[in-house]
């Protein structure tokens, strides 16, 4: 079992940046990877981006390629999401994901944070 905590969530202007982190306890953290998707209003949950356990190979949604990097710090237990040029369309609770499965990256794990809210007002 691993417990996912997210913060950096806020309200940023377009064109604006923020930088989510994932804080994992529990099992060790370099085991799984990590990915972290997102749900508008109304909207079904959607894959954002994820990374290898070792933190290499990333994989992105194509709305934020080029836009949003994804990252990890095994020694810290974290993984982040710097998100840059903000939309009013990225507006959503951005999750935290995590799977021990070698499954495709943007398939979901089956643990989960809580949610942090990001708003990016036009």
């Known amino acids: 079992q691993v417990q996912l905590v997210e913060s950096g969530g806020g309200l940023v202007q377009a064109g604006g940046s923020l930088r989510l982190s994932c804080a994992a306890s529990?099992?060790?953290?370099?085991?799984?990877?990590m990915g972290w998707f997102r749900q508008a209003p109304g909207k079904e949950r959607e894959f954002v981006a994820s990374?290898?356990?070792?933190?290499?190979?990333?994989y992105y949604t194509d709305s934020v390629k080029g836009r949003f990097t994804i990252s990890r710090d095994n020694a810290k237990n974290t993984v982040y999401l710097q998100m840059n040029s903000l939309k009013p369309e990225d507006t959503a609770v951005y999750f935290c994901?995590?799977?021990?499965?070698?499954?495709?990256?943007?398939?979901?794990?089956?643990?989960w944070g809580q949610g942090t809210q990001v708003t990016v007002s036009s």
């Open positions: 990374i290898s356990k070792s933190g290499g190979t990333p």
């Open positions: 529990g099992r060790t953290f370099s085991i799984y990877r």
């Open positions: 994901n995590a799977d021990l499965r070698v499954v495709p990256p943007t398939t979901p794990g089956p643990y």
